[in-house]
């Protein structure tokens, strides 16, 4: 499986970016879909998932009511629509699979889990 990030760019704090990662492989119901974020001089981190099967999303905290995940499953798409964006939201962001996430009754958070990346794609918002 290969995965295209897209829909990065620059806006205002208190707008909106969709972001969209395109898997080129047959996406199964045994996966969850990630997206991560790393910003500069941080590590990575967990933002938001999606598991395949059912559409559950969990998100992270700081992301909660203003980060929504979606999935396209005729597209083997995943969507991040982020709005309300904050400084702290600047990141580059990838999405992510995880193959195996399904069989696990919580979702999986940490790096590792995950068994393929997109590119990243940037997401910068200025003051």
């Known amino acids: 499986v290969q995965l295209q990030a897209s829909g990065g760019g620059l806006v205002q704090a208190g707008g909106s970016l969709r972001l969209s990662c395109a898997a080129s492989g047959r996406i199964s119901n045994s996966y969850t879909m990630g997206w991560f974020r790393q910003a500069p001089g941080k590590e990575r981190e967990f933002v938001a998932a999606?598991?395949?099967?059912?559409?559950?999303?969990y998100y992270t905290d700081s992301v909660k009511g203003r980060f929504t995940m979606s999935r396209d499953n005729a597209k083997n798409t995943v969507l991040l629509q982020m709005s309300s964006l904050k400084l702290e939201d600047t990141a580059v962001y990838y999405c992510?699979?995880?193959?195996?996430?399904?069989?696990?009754?919580?979702?999986?958070?940490?790096?590792?889990?995950?068994?393929?990346w997109g590119q990243g794609t940037q997401v910068t918002v200025s003051s």
């Open positions: 999606i598991r395949w099967s059912d559409g559950r999303t």
């Open positions: 992510a699979a995880d193959r195996q996430g399904n069989k696990y009754l919580a979702i999986r958070y940490r790096e590792g889990d995950y068994d393929y």
